[in-house]
């Protein structure tokens, strides 16, 4: 008996339309858009030049700073603010029902932050999910981060879940990466190299980074970001899954 399939996904840009969290905690410190706001992002890459940090590391700096200069606790309260409401790809949802239903696991591979995610509503869907986290002090208010999910970090990651569902490191034959950009280059290469299938999805058929991941020979596969049951996304998913599809 075949082995059911183990799918691993990025969460901004894979299953949301937006590459990156917008955390309605921003919105309330007067930062329209959040991370997407120009001042953000410009606040990040100086610091990520001026101190020689990567920009993942950078983004929660100002994260932090802009939260506590406006006045607010670096509390989970406001951490998950928003992830009741998050908007999803069309189909996200009854897709990951119908692979739960038919034995597939489900993991998600994210920098964006593990307590917001946990409270997400397709969050039970998941077998677990990776991502950041903080470290707090006795006034559980997070004080510095504990553990970031860079590119590389997803690596160490898709190798702890081979662990936990006691396959081998080096052998992804079995897993299915799907991601939405450049930074989900490293998983991306693993995965394929050991034998696994690696699906891109993108918003526009122009993204420069389709191109750029294909050239690199990282991508089994890429498509639409459209879970929908009619979808090619889907329709190549269940193949693989051998997933019968009940259309309508």
């Known amino acids: ?38 001042k ?8 990520s030049r001026k101190e020689g940090i990567d920009l993942y590391t950078a983004i929660y700096k100002v994260y932090f700073s802009t939260i506590k200069k406006n006045g607010f606790k670096l509390i989970d309260e406001n951490f998950c603010l928003g992830a009741s409401s998050v908007n999803y790809n069309i189909g996200v949802v009854s897709f990951l029902q119908r692979l739960n239903s038919n034995g597939v696991k489900n993991y998600i591979l994210s ?12 969050a039970p869907l998941f077998t677990n999910i990776y991502a950041t986290t903080f470290t707090y002090n ?21 190798k702890e879940i081979c662990k936990i569902n006691a396959i081998s490191e080096n052998d ?3 897993i299915i990466y799907i991601g939405d950009g450049f930074t989900d280059y490293y998983a991306m290469e693993y995965v394929k190299n050991n034998g696994g299938i690696t699906i891109f999805v993108y918003q526009d058929c122009n993204d420069k980074d389709v191109l ?17 049951i009619d979808s090619e996304l889907n329709s190549f998913i269940s193949k693989l899954c051998n997933i019968k599809t009940n259309h309508r």
């Open 1 to 38: 008996m075949k082995k059911k399939k183990i799918i691993i996904y990025d969460f901004d840009g894979t299953l949301t339309p937006y590459a990156l969290p917008k955390f309605e905690i921003l919105e309330k410190c007067g930062l329209k858009g959040g991370t997407y706001n120009p």
């Open 40 to 47: 953000f992002l410009e606040q990040a890459n100086e610091i």
């Open 172 to 174: 992804c034959s079995n």
């Open 138 to 158: 006795q006034y559980n208010e997070a004080n510095g981060i504990k553990f970031l999910m860079s590119d590389k970090n997803k690596v160490q990651a898709i």
């Open 111 to 122: 920098s964006g932050i593990k307590v917001f995610l946990s409270k997400t509503k397709i």
């Open 212 to 228: 750029t991941m294909q050239e690199k020979g990282v991508v089994s596969f890429s498509t639409l970001a459209d879970f929908s």
